[in-house]
């Protein structure tokens, strides 16, 4: 059985009992285990508990498939319960996988954590079809997956925040589920005991780091024709070991922001209202008015083009993905330049 991604965090709050395997795979490596470990407590009390809770990466499995079995199938000294918990599968495990369809599961749960694999994959598509398997699909959170989680993990603790801090942290925090879980938990920490209500100061002051200066460093200076400054700041953050594929996709974000304020501007919208109706969060206009200047929509339609054809380019064709993404990123610089 494979779930619906609107329907998994329901889910996770009362799972199915006659479900006794679980694979939870997609993009998001930190979602991918935040929905291991809620799962997992379902069943357990504790992850720290060794006589009913068992954590192996997939290359113990690899070096001893045996063993596998030898835990589903084993009792706990405790009664209850036991959970068996896999990292790292691929479809590779899928031949053992289905040799333990046949184990005894009347005390045991598995749960297997895969990466980005193809839903068409052999791990994902035999289990999909077990009546005793459940799918779980993780793909990068959404902004209604990210305000649930900001509300989430701040009604947690007590907090709130208020409409302008709400805004930024939508706009800043990234895809990856372990790392926006961890900045609202920093920033969490930072209001403390006494302060229940978090502002836009407060957001500003603790989301983000200098890996995220970096990122929007080579934004910045891409989208304003910086020749001189993005070579430095790509020389830097690719140092810093960034990805180029994330400049990409972000790049493509904001340019996506920006054709559709140029689109009101073309329709004769003056910019400061063309990237309000356009949706640009008010503590950006005023840096997407000068990245919009006099340039046109095509412009920007152009950029996007470069971008997506680019990470197709890092997928496909074996070169360097840090020099397809400069080579990209300083042709749309020198498109912006003056204009």
Excluded: W
Excluded at 116 to 132: N, Q, R, V
């Amino acid at each position: 059985m494979e779930l619906k991604p609107a329907t998994i965090e329901s889910y996770l709050k009362k799972p199915d009992p006659s479900i006794r395997i679980y694979l939870a795979y997609g993009q998001d490596e930190g979602l991918v285990r935040e929905r291991g470990k809620k799962l997992a407590l379902n069943f357990v009390q504790s992850l720290d508990d060794p006589f009913c809770y068992v954590e192996m990466e997939s290359s113990q499995i690899d070096e001893d498939p045996a063993r596998l079995r030898d835990e589903l199938e084993a009792i706990s000294m405790m009664g209850g319960e036991r959970v068996v918990r896999v990292r790292g599968v691929t479809n590779k495990h899928t031949k053992l996988i289905t040799s333990l369809l046949d184990a005894d599961y009347s005390n045991s749960v598995l749960i297997l954590e895969g990466g980005d694999l193809k839903k068409t994959g052999s791990m994902p598509k035999l289990l999909s079809k077990e009546k005793l398997a459940g799918v779980l699909p993780c793909y990068h959170d959404n902004a209604q997956n990210i305000s649930a989680l900001i509300k989430e993990v701040l009604s947690e603790a007590g907090c709130q925040v208020d409409a302008a801090g709400m805004e930024y942290l939508r706009a800043n925090l990234g895809s990856d589920r372990a790392i926006s879980r961890k900045e609202l938990e920093k920033l969490v920490l930072y209001l403390g005991n006494d302060k229940k209500q978090a502002t836009l100061d407060d957001v500003k002051q603790m989301i983000g780091d200098s890996s995220e200066e970096n990122i929007f460093e080579v934004i910045d200076a891409t989208l304003l024709g910086k020749m001189d400054d993005l070579e430095k700041s790509l020389n830097k953050a690719f140092f810093a070991g960034e990805s180029p594929v994330t400049f990409l996709r972000l790049i493509q974000g904001q340019l996506k922001q920006l054709h559709k304020a140029a689109c009101f501007v073309d329709k004769g919208s003056a910019v400061a209202d063309a990237v309000k109706k356009a949706g640009i969060p008010f503590f950006n206009q005023n840096k997407a008015s000068v990245q919009i200047g006099r340039k046109k929509a095509a412009h920007f339609a152009q950029a996007i083009e470069i971008t997506l054809a680019a990470e197709i380019e890092t997928k496909t064709t074996g070169f360097p993905a840090e020099a397809i993404c400069r080579r990209a990123l300083l042709r749309i610089a020198m498109a912006s330049r003056n204009r």
